[in-house]
Nanobody, 124 residues
Framework: VQLQASGGGLVQAGGSLTLSCAASGLTFTYYDMGWFRQAPGKEREFVAAINWSGGGTYYVDSLKGRFTISRDNAKNTVALQMNSLKPEDTAVYFC??????????????????WGQGTQVTVSS
């Protein structure tokens, strides 16, 4: 199984970025997908998740309205659209996959597969 995240970079505060994660080696529709992030010196934290069909999305409350998760099951990809970025959004962003269970979106321990991470840096 491979999850390849891309799309990170340097952006000014207020700007936007879209991260993408391409999955291979798994039956994509068997998995819920999530995005997590880890800032220097901090724990990896949940950002957003989407269920296997794309019909359910889940966000950490503090990011609702700024970030949007989506998936394309025909292309085995999941995306994270990030708007109105703030310096505190600076982190390495990871995509992850967990077997579809209908719950546990926020629990990183339930995610079996992880991408390598992509750096997002927001300058003030």
């Amino acid at each position: 199984v491979q999850l390849q995240a891309s799309g990170g970079g340097l952006v000014q505060a207020g700007g936007s970025l879209t991260l993408s994660c391409a999955a291979s080696g798994l039956t994509f529709t068997y998995y819920d997908m999530g995005w997590f992030r880890q800032a220097p010196g901090k724990e990896r934290e949940f950002v957003a998740a989407i269920n296997w069909s794309g019909g359910g999305t889940y966000y950490v409350d503090s990011l609702k309205g700024r970030f949007t998760i989506s998936r394309d099951n025909a292309k085995n990809t999941v995306a994270l659209q990030m708007n109105s970025l703030k310096p505190e959004d600076t982190a390495v962003y990871f995509c992850a996959a967990k077997y579809k269970t209908g719950s546990g979106w926020y629990n990183k321990a339930l995610y079996a597969y992880w991408g390598q991470g992509t750096q997002v840096t927001v300058s003030s």
